[in-house]
């Protein structure tokens, strides 16, 4: 346990002058008496809003983390910001990924313009928990993350299969195909998503809520927790208490967010099979806490030795509630005991080996042993040759055995629009690699998700036989052979500038290479040539573009006069 420190000063008490009166007279317009405004300020950051699913059950949660605040002796402020849900928002898609960092940019405006002492953030999906977790290490007051929970799998009602969302997308590619009807569809998609939380398969959303646990962020148990549950609301209750003993301790969020941790985090998404997002979302992690570790490096590392221990969908046949069922991240991290730092602080107050003694699988058909894997290779993989010197990266526990290695001709395209046309008219064909350029975070710009292109593939006769590559993102319900997040980017004059139709790509997966056959000398004359379909935008996607990082770095923003390459 943490040893009680001298409390923290307030972080909102000024000597007195005019802006300690005014701050003073405008909280007390809100009926505050003087002795509450001595308690400690808590920040309840919600993501609240009545578009997303995921969100739309934490109003109550957000209540429940009140109580305990109060009960606790804390004095609690609810806030609301920025809160996309990444399907729907795929209309769009260039917004995606730039919506973290302006969650991250809302969350310090709002805790550092009034001072809070310490705060909890609420929400549930794809970009939101990193944010959450980026904006903790980069202010480093206390913090602690609530996760709202999966939402319950849907049911479909001819057939009475189990469904999520991502049931969905490749559910599109069969209706194309002919495999499917319309009516098949419809009867998928008003089933999918049947109520709040995060969709329950290891997409992006869950594999960061898993994240935040993993790393010590969220109260034990919470990232395998139902969305409409008791058992949500007491931890959220619990959550609101904790945050106070964590300022009464001076215990704040880089005090968790430490390199032991992160290694912990990556040991986790590598046995899980998590989201290949979160290569791009754990670097940032780290670079906002001021951590210098190679982030990439250290997953490629680590998968050599952490085999695939889970299938929840799309890299097997469970779901959330099965995860939940066989005893979440505590019995995943059980299984992992020997790679894990488990001396490492958890914002519970307890450490990592204190948070799983005494916990074991309670299902070994969903958290598979080391002697029994789901496969032995790593979930995750960076691929690194001359058409990624700076890396790619491929989620290995959803690609089929046959496409594990593959040569295949390239056929180009600038956007998932021209490559969807292509895969609908017959002009996309077994043997070929489809790659799909200027996808990334300033060609895009904000990092575009190829989503569209991938489930209508994974719904297609050509699933298979076709691989794709891009300098873009996926979705975390990613299936198939798709190479994402080539770095540099063609927008940077990456190699990926200089392939054309015609010419031969390849990659090995467990030798962990990309290339296309072509020489130094042919690539650089290329990218001389190469037009380049880039222009800068106005308004924020203009300044992100103008101001975001490497992948490496987690695509992170920084001012004009760094480093922004």
Same mark, same amino acid.
């Given at each position: 346990?943490?040893?009680?420190?001298?409390?923290?000063?307030?972080?909102?008490?000024?000597?007195?002058?005019?802006?300690?009166?005014?701050?003073?007279? +405008?909280?007390?317009?809100?009926?505050?008496?003087?002795?509450?405004?001595?308690?400690?300020?808590?920040?309840?950051?919600?993501?609240?809003?009545?578009?997303?699913?995921?969100?739309?059950?934490?109003?109550?949660?957000?209540?429940?983390?009140?109580?305990?605040?109060?009960?606790?002796?804390?004095?609690?402020?609810?806030?609301?910001?920025?809160?996309?849900?990444?399907?729907?928002?795929?209309?769009?898609?260039?917004?995606?990924? #730039?919506?973290?960092?302006?969650?991250? @940019?809302?969350?310090?405006?709002?805790?550092?313009?009034?001072?809070?002492?310490?705060?909890?953030?609420?929400?549930?999906?794809?970009?939101?928990?990193?944010?959450?977790?980026?904006?903790?290490?980069?202010?480093?007051?206390?913090?602690?993350?609530?996760?709202?929970?999966?939402?319950?799998?849907?049911?479909? #009602?001819?057939?009475?299969?189990?469904?999520?969302?991502?049931?969905?997308?490749?559910?599109?590619?069969?209706?194309?195909?002919?495999?499917?009807?319309?009516?098949?569809?419809?009867?998928?998609?008003?089933?999918?998503?049947?109520?709040?939380?995060?969709?329950?398969?290891?997409?992006?959303?869950?594999?960061?809520?898993?994240?935040?646990?993993?790393?010590?962020?969220?109260?034990?148990?919470?990232?395998?927790?139902?969305?409409?549950?008791?058992?949500?609301?007491?931890?959220?209750?619990?959550?609101?208490?904790?945050?106070?003993?964590?300022?009464?301790?001076?215990?704040?969020?880089?005090?968790?967010?430490?390199?032991?941790?992160?290694?912990?985090?990556?040991?986790?998404?590598?046995?899980?099979?998590?989201?290949? @997002?979160?290569?791009?979302?754990?670097?940032?992690?780290?670079?906002?806490?001021?951590?210098?570790?190679?982030?990439?490096?250290?997953?490629?590392?680590?998968?050599?030795?952490?085999?695939?221990?889970?299938?929840?969908?799309?890299?097997?046949?469970?779901?959330?509630?099965?995860?939940?069922?066989?005893?979440?991240?505590?019995?995943?991290?059980?299984?992992?005991?020997?790679?894990?730092?488990?001396?490492?602080?958890?914002?519970?107050?307890?450490?990592?080996?204190?948070?799983?003694?005494?916990?074991?699988?309670?299902?070994?058909?969903?958290?598979?042993?080391?002697?029994? #894997?789901?496969?032995?290779?790593?979930?995750?993989?960076?691929?690194?040759?001359?058409?990624?010197?700076?890396?790619?990266?491929?989620?290995?526990?959803?690609?089929?055995?046959?496409?594990?290695?593959?040569?295949?001709?390239?056929?180009?395209?600038?956007?998932?629009?021209?490559?969807?046309?292509?895969?609908?008219?017959?002009?996309?064909?077994?043997?070929?690699?489809?790659?799909?350029?200027?996808?990334?975070?300033?060609?895009?710009?904000?990092? @575009?998700?190829?989503?569209?292109?991938?489930?209508? +593939?994974?719904?297609?006769?050509?699933?298979?036989?076709?691989? +794709?590559?891009?300098?873009?993102?996926?979705?975390?319900?990613?299936?198939?052979?798709?190479?994402?997040?080539?770095?540099?980017?063609?927008?940077?004059?990456?190699?990926?500038?200089?392939?054309?139709?015609?010419?031969?790509?390849?990659?090995?997966?467990?030798?962990?290479?990309?290339?296309?056959?072509?020489?130094?000398?042919?690539?650089?004359?290329?990218?001389?040539?190469?037009?380049? #379909?880039?222009?800068?935008?106005?308004?924020?996607?203009?300044?992100?573009?103008?101001?975001?990082?490497?992948?490496?770095?987690?695509?992170?923003?920084?001012?004009?006069?760094?480093? @922004?390459?």
């Amino acid at each position: 346990m943490v040893s009680k420190e001298k409390h923290p000063a307030l972080r909102g008490k000024k000597e007195f002058g005019v802006a300690w009166a005014e701050r003073e007279a +405008l909280l007390r317009g809100l009926g505050l008496s003087r002795e509450e405004l001595e308690k400690p300020q808590i920040a309840i950051i919600n993501t609240w809003s009545d578009i997303n699913p995921g969100h739309r059950h934490l109003r109550g949660i957000e209540e429940s983390i009140r109580t305990g605040v109060v009960r606790a002796g804390g004095l609690p402020f609810r806030f609301n910001v920025l809160g996309l849900c990444d399907g729907i928002a795929l209309i769009n898609s260039q917004y995606i990924l #730039p919506s973290r960092d302006l969650i991250v @940019n809302e969350i310090e405006v709002y805790a550092e313009a009034y001072g809070m002492d310490a705060m909890i953030l609420l929400g549930t999906c794809d970009k939101i928990i990193p944010a959450f977790l980026m904006a903790a290490g980069r202010l480093d007051i206390p913090a602690l993350v609530v996760t709202g929970g999966y939402m319950p799998a849907g049911v479909h #009602p001819k057939s009475g299969q189990l469904l999520s969302f991502v049931d969905v997308g490749r559910s599109v590619g069969s209706v194309q195909s002919g495999a499917m009807t319309r009516e098949d569809l419809d009867d998928i998609i008003d089933n999918a998503c049947p109520g709040p939380g995060a969709c329950p398969m290891m997409g992006t959303a869950n594999t960061m809520c898993i994240l935040a646990e993993a790393v010590g962020m969220t109260m034990p148990g919470n990232s395998t927790t139902p969305a409409n549950s008791t058992k949500l609301l007491q931890l959220a209750n619990s959550a609101g208490e904790q945050i106070v003993h964590l300022w009464e301790q001076g215990v704040t969020a880089r005090k968790i967010i430490t390199e032991q941790n992160i290694h912990n985090m990556i040991c986790a998404d590598l046995a899980m099979g998590g989201s290949t @997002n979160s290569l791009v979302h754990v670097p940032a992690v780290a670079t906002e806490a001021e951590l210098d570790i190679d982030c990439l490096g250290l997953f490629d590392k680590l998968s050599q030795d952490i085999p695939l221990l889970m299938g929840i969908a799309p890299n097997g046949p469970h779901l959330m509630h099965d995860f939940d069922r066989a005893g979440g991240v505590r019995a995943l991290f059980s299984e992992l005991s020997d790679f894990l730092d488990r001396d490492s602080l958890t914002v519970a107050g307890t450490t990592v080996g204190e948070n799983m003694d005494g916990i074991a699988v309670k299902d070994a058909s969903v958290i598979r042993s080391f002697d029994d #894997p789901l496969s032995k290779g790593g979930a995750l993989a960076v691929l690194r040759g001359n058409l990624a010197p700076g890396g790619a990266i491929v989620k290995v526990s959803a690609v089929p055995e046959n496409l594990r290695t593959f040569r295949g001709t390239a056929k180009v395209f600038h956007s998932n629009e021209d490559a969807i046309e292509a895969l609908r008219n017959g002009a996309i064909e077994s043997g070929d690699v489809i790659l799909i350029t200027f996808q990334g975070c300033k060609g895009a710009p904000g990092l @575009n998700s190829t989503f569209v292109v991938t489930s209508e +593939l994974a719904g297609s006769p050509l699933a298979d036989s076709v691989a +794709l590559i891009t300098d873009g993102r996926f979705s975390g319900a990613t299936e198939g052979a798709c190479i994402g997040y080539v770095s540099p980017e063609a927008a940077l004059r990456g190699p990926l500038l200089a392939v054309c139709d015609g010419d031969i790509v390849s990659y090995d997966i467990p030798n962990r290479t990309i290339s296309v056959e072509l020489s130094e000398e042919q690539i650089a004359q290329r990218i001389q040539d190469a037009e380049m #379909p880039l222009t800068y935008r106005k308004g924020y996607i203009g300044i992100y573009q103008r101001t975001v990082q490497s992948l490496s770095k987690g695509a992170v923003l920084r001012g004009m006069d760094e480093e @922004n390459v």
